[in-house]
């Protein structure tokens, strides 16, 4: 991500601990916040003063000012009175109790009692139903700065999802019913906006385009892509024209991600299968992609990509193993996931019109898989982590023979298979690597979703 995370920032300390400490100790926490990319909206100190002026003032300041999150930082014994004069006037908002810690001098460790302070807090933070993460330091320790960040991270997903679209040409691909969505629920509890669009716009979007762009793309492809058989112009063409088309749809919608309904409409109605259209939309745009009208994996891919700054691509399960799971994919992955150069194929799919398939090799390492569901307006998102590895020779019988390897990861995962399987909640995942459940559960807390792992 490249934007920083804007913070509210506000620091306590007791009117009688020395003010000299609590500046520094306050300025020293700022200073680190600052090398690990936030933006800190600073105030002064605030102290139990009598007239309560100090809190009022910091309350006036956040007031005008945009944020993602505040931190509350106890620099030393507070009484709780002061931090939450300030805290439940932002009770809607995230909020991280950040406790500082002592030092040692010559041997001797000197405390201005950070950990009365934010002790004295936790509960109350609790019973008053901030959404909120307790993070306190240790002398003589490292700050937990990877912590801050993770939930700051989530916080500002949580903002951006607010103000996200999702487009959708078509709907309900293969009359599916686990990529279905309630479209008032959905904007309640998570923010984003789904906005469909017919195909046929698309097609009188075509019709207009310049030859010179067409073949500018055209060209870019064929240098960069790796073709393991004959591919005509015209496939490209035809490819390059949809992916410019919905490019202009993109842009002027301002979506951050897309679907388009694929095997009843691409496929069957306009005889194009669109691997090489989500190729270019993921990978010229940096928009998600996904097929089959599949909305909440769409919503799942967003977040991915909020959260961890990763293209968020997907994946469907073809096999359950005893000790592993064999996922991959029928079409196409991001380049952003391929392990060497992209490697593309002329081929068809039973009585389907050929098309062309991605059969690059996907990387491997940690991942992370998650998916985002619902039942009626209660959301969960089913997390699980694991090490993928390339997979051994197999097929997926119904394609031109010579069958290719399609993309695909052998993936370990971190618990038993039998209870992955007994939660599963669809045949598409979205992967990210690294272990990244702290993210997520930091987005779940703060977005009020359900964490099945």
Not at 171 to 180: A, F, P, Q, S, V
Not at 298 to 308: A, G, N
Not at 385 to 391: E, K, S
Request: aromatic share 10%; glycine share 8%.
């Amino acid at each position: 991500m490249i934007d920083k995370i804007k913070a509210a920032f506000v620091c306590f300390g007791e009117v009688n601990t020395p003010r000299e400490i609590i500046n520094k100790k306050c300025n020293d926490a700022v200073k680190e916040l600052e090398k690990i990319d936030f933006d800190i909206i600073s105030n002064d100190i605030v102290s139990d003063d009598p007239e309560g002026r100090q809190a009022q003032k910091a309350i006036e300041n956040i007031s005008k000012k945009n944020y993602n999150l505040i931190i509350f930082c106890i620099a030393g014994w507070i009484p709780s009175r002061a931090v939450i004069t300030v805290a439940d006037m932002f009770s809607h908002k995230p909020m991280i109790l950040w406790g500082l810690a002592g030092y040692y001098e010559n041997g001797v460790l000197k405390t201005t009692a950070d950990q009365a302070g934010t002790s004295a807090l936790r509960k109350v933070f609790e019973d008053m139903k901030y959404t909120f993460k307790y993070i306190y330091e240790s002398p003589g320790k490292p700050p937990k700065l990877e912590e801050i960040k993770k939930f700051a991270m989530a916080a500002k997903t949580a903002a951006l999802m607010r103000q996200s679209k999702i487009g959708m040409m078509g709907y309900k691909d293969m009359n599916l019913y686990g990529t279905l969505y309630d479209g008032v629920s959905l904007r309640s509890k998570i923010g984003v906006e789904i906005e469909h669009f017919e195909m046929l716009e698309i097609k009188q979007l075509l019709e207009k385009l310049e030859t010179r762009e067409i073949m500018e793309v055209m060209d870019s492809i064929k240098k960069a892509w790796k073709f393991e058989g004959k591919v005509s112009d015209n496939t490209l063409r035809t490819g390059v024209e949809f992916y410019l088309a919905l490019k202009q749809k993109i842009i002027s919608r301002k979506y951050e991600a897309v679907s388009l309904i694929d095997v009843d409409g691409m496929k069957k109605l306009l005889g194009f299968p669109p691997a090489m259209i989500f190729m270019l939309l993921a990978d010229n745009l940096g928009v998600c992609t996904i097929p089959e009208n599949d909305v909440p994996g769409s919503v799942t891919q967003l977040i991915t990509k909020y959260l961890t700054g990763q293209i968020g691509a997907y994946m469907e399960f073809y096999e359950f193993m005893e000790d592993r799971v064999l996922a991959g994919v029928p079409d196409f992955v991001p380049g952003e996931v391929v392990d060497g150069p992209i490697k593309v194929l002329p081929t068809k799919f039973g009585d389907l019109n050929e098309g062309l398939l991605n059969v690059s090799k996907v990387k491997t390492g940690n991942v992370t898989l998650c998916r985002l569901v619902s039942t009626g307006d209660r959301y969960s998102m089913h997390i699980v982590t694991g090490r993928a590895v390339q997979p051994g020779k197999w097929e997926e019988i119904g394609w031109t023979p010579p069958a290719p390897q399609l993309p695909s990861l052998e993936i370990f995962l971190d618990r038993p298979v039998e209870e992955f399987a007994q939660n599963v909640m669809s045949q598409h995942y979205i992967i990210s690597y690294g272990n990244n459940l702290d993210l997520y559960r930091d987005y779940c807390q703060i977005a009020s979703i359900n964490i099945i792992s």
